[in-house]
């Protein structure tokens, strides 16, 4: 039973448009909500986060939108470069559980 | 100041041998993670260290995989025997804990059992 789920697995966007990468999650006690870029050959790194008692976190190009009634949040990037061509995963956690549950990732490819 | 580091970054063992991974967490890092990712799939959590004790294990596949963290300081997870399906990416994570739930990952160690 996967709990969070990222059910595109590749993106495709033109250098400078915008980039949009979509999660869906089923547990609505999760709290906290991360996304984690991965380039090949490394570990994922912690991009931008959300909290439940927001909607929106913004954090320079990247802003993650939270929509709590229906159990969705994305991740917007724009103007996309090519440096952010990675694997974007979305996590949840809640409050008395540490552990991160991933969704699949999505693979964002820039294309200059 | 280092990353979590993991060693080794690659490893190919055939079936039926031991493995035993490391992960060094961030130093002062109570909290450490061991994860995995099978083949394309989501990021799987296997257990969660504070300090040396076991916080939480239901993410340990069976009785084949024993993870320690001697001292609080850095963990090892031996998997003995390998089988085929334990190919894949081994990630540790740490974090300082007190409402930190940014965790830095270390950069995987991936198990081919052939």
């Known amino acids: 039973d996967q709990q969070v789920k990222q059910n595109s697995p590749s993106l495709s966007v033109q250098e400078g448009r915008i980039s949009i990468l979509n999660c869906d999650y089923t547990?609505?006690?999760?709290?906290?909500f991360l996304w984690y870029k991965k380039y090949p050959a490394e570990g994922p790194t912690f991009l931008i986060s959300?909290?439940?008692?927001?909607d929106k976190n913004e954090d320079g190009r990247f802003t993650v939108f939270l929509n709590k009634s229906a159990k969705h949040l994305s991740l917007h990037i724009v103007p996309s470069q090519p440096g952010d061509s990675a694997v974007y995963f979305c996590?949840?956690?809640?409050?008395?559980?540490?552990?991160?549950?991933f969704g699949t990732g999505t693979r964002l490819t820039i294309i200059p | 100041e280092a990353g979590v580091t993991q060693f080794p970054s690659h490893s190919v063992i055939e079936k039926g041998q031991t493995v035993t991974l490391r992960c060094d967490p961030i130093?002062?890092?109570?909290?450490l993670y061991w994860y995995r990712r099978v083949m394309g799939k989501e990021i799987k959590f296997l257990l969660h260290f504070v300090k040396e004790s076991k916080q939480d294990e239901s993410g340990m596949p069976n009785n084949r995989f024993l993870a320690e963290r001697t001292g609080g300081t850095y963990s090892t997870l031996k998997v003995q025997p390998a089988e085929l399906e334990d190919s894949g990416v081994y990630f540790c994570?740490?974090?300082?804990?007190?409402?930190?739930?940014?965790?830095?990952f270390g950069q995987g160690t991936r198990l081919t059992v052939v």
């Open positions: 996590a949840a956690i809640y409050f008395g559980n540490e552990k991160l549950t």
């Open positions: 994570a740490s974090t300082g804990g007190g409402g930190n739930t940014e965790a830095f």
């Open positions: 547990n609505s006690m999760f709290d906290y």
């Open positions: 959300i909290s439940s008692i927001k």
């Open positions: 130093s002062g890092h109570d909290n």
